[in-house]
């Protein structure tokens, strides 16, 4: 999805597997691999798995997780959808709904470099932060004073966004 302004609609799809997570996935592959091998082991061959081999159920469950870790990191998008009704955000595949938030209970918008923080959804001085990499986004102050901060690879396309639709959202300095 591209963002457009003569549709009033700016949407981004941002998905982890740039950079750092690369190193994260390496390893994850690795381990899953090792566990599935471990499993063909014990259950289809029959031999124990180690000096010390877990029992069936739990080889099974860890070997699960690991899996589930690395295809919840390969599947995860975080959508951001911005228009004249409000900003709104999922992170897919947990959330089916765009989580919305109405542009009359946003008092403030705009694009902000807010530092490193980590990825993924952190608590910070801007308020709540949804993130899959770098450091700016879309901070949304609300009427009552909470603030939420959307992540964007597209900060210069976001903030003409808003400043072209959302003029008396923008701050004056």
Same mark, same amino acid.
């Given at each position: 999805?591209?963002?457009?302004?003569?549709?009033? /609609?700016?949407?981004?799809?941002?998905?982890?597997?740039?950079?750092?997570?690369?190193?994260? *996935?390496?390893?994850?592959?690795?381990?899953? #691999?090792?566990?599935?091998?471990?499993?063909?082991?014990?259950? &289809?061959?029959?031999?124990?798995?180690?000096?010390?081999?877990?029992?069936?159920?739990?080889?099974?469950?860890?070997?699960?997780?690991?899996?589930? #870790?690395?295809?919840?990191?390969?599947?995860?998008?975080?959508? %951001?959808?911005?228009?004249?009704?409000?900003?709104?955000?999922?992170?897919?595949?947990?959330?089916?709904?765009?989580?919305?938030?109405?542009?009359?209970?946003?008092?403030?918008?705009?694009? &902000?470099? *807010?530092?490193?923080?980590?990825?993924?959804?952190?608590?910070?001085?801007?308020?709540? /932060?949804?993130? %899959?990499?770098?450091?700016?986004?879309?901070?949304?102050?609300?009427?009552?004073?909470?603030? &939420? /901060?959307?992540?964007?690879?597209?900060?210069?396309?976001?903030?003409? *966004?808003?400043?072209?639709?959302?003029?008396? %959202? &923008?701050?004056?300095?």
């Amino acid at each position: 999805m591209e963002s457009s302004n003569n549709n009033k /609609v700016f949407e981004e799809i941002q998905q982890f597997g740039k950079g750092w997570t690369l190193l994260l *996935y390496l390893p994850l592959g690795m381990v899953s #691999l090792l566990m599935l091998y471990a499993c063909f082991r014990q259950f &289809i061959m029959g031999q124990p798995f180690g000096d010390h081999p877990a029992p069936d159920a739990v080889l099974a469950f860890i070997t699960l997780l690991v899996l589930g #870790l690395l295809v919840s990191l390969i599947l995860m998008r975080l959508e %951001t959808r911005v228009d004249e009704w409000g900003a709104g955000f999922r992170w897919r595949p947990f959330m089916k709904k765009m989580r919305m938030h109405n542009r009359s209970d946003i008092e403030k918008a705009e694009v &902000i470099d *807010y530092g490193f923080v980590g990825y993924g959804i952190r608590l910070s001085r801007h308020g709540w /932060v949804h993130n %899959t990499s770098g450091k700016m986004g879309l901070k949304l102050t609300m009427k009552n004073k909470r603030s &939420i /901060v959307l992540g964007t690879q597209k900060p210069e396309e976001l903030s003409a *966004y808003i400043r072209e639709n959302w003029k008396e %959202t &923008i701050p004056t300095r």
